[in-house]
């Protein structure tokens, strides 16, 4: 049909975009991001309450280091408070961070500045990538 025709249209036009594509590979990995750390309290406060909405919270924000927009020891379980009105609540969030995955490797984001440009392909690859762990985590 018409309609299907214009959706198919629509995805291509899309899967070539690469701001759609740069949203849509965020959108991904911070799904699977929710889904790893589901059963861990926000990073910052520690706080782990059904009551309150949870993100994907980069510790080193996307927005100053695209490097490590999708670098999954970056980005962890934070609740709305400590991301939204806390500007990232980030002492406790290095604190926490610290214990989580090891000093060496925090200190290893803190140094991180290499320059990335991701390419359509790059994207592409990130969507696939976590629509699949995401199917993973989903499925256990």
């Known amino acids: 049909t018409k309609e299907k025709k214009d959706k198919a249209d629509k995805k291509n036009l899309n899967w070539n975009d690469k701001s759609w594509l740069r949203k849509e590979a ?3 990995v911070n799904k699977y991001i929710r889904l790893r750390d589901k059963n861990e309290p926000c990073i910052s406060c520690r706080y782990n309450k059904d009551d309150r909405q949870y993100h ?77 762990k995401c199917k993973d985590l989903e499925n256990l």
């Open 56 to 132: 994907a919270g980069h510790y080193r924000p996307s927005g100053a280091n695209p490097q490590l927009r999708y670098e999954e020891l970056n980005i962890h379980k934070q609740c709305s408070i400590c991301k939204n009105y806390l500007s990232g609540n980030l002492v406790p969030y290095r604190k926490n961070l610290i214990k989580k995955i090891g000093l060496e490797k925090v200190e290893w984001l803190e140094s991180f500045n290499e320059t990335k440009k991701y390419t359509v392909q790059d994207y592409q690859h990130l969507i696939e990538k976590y629509k699949s």
């Open 26 to 28: 965020q959108k991904w």
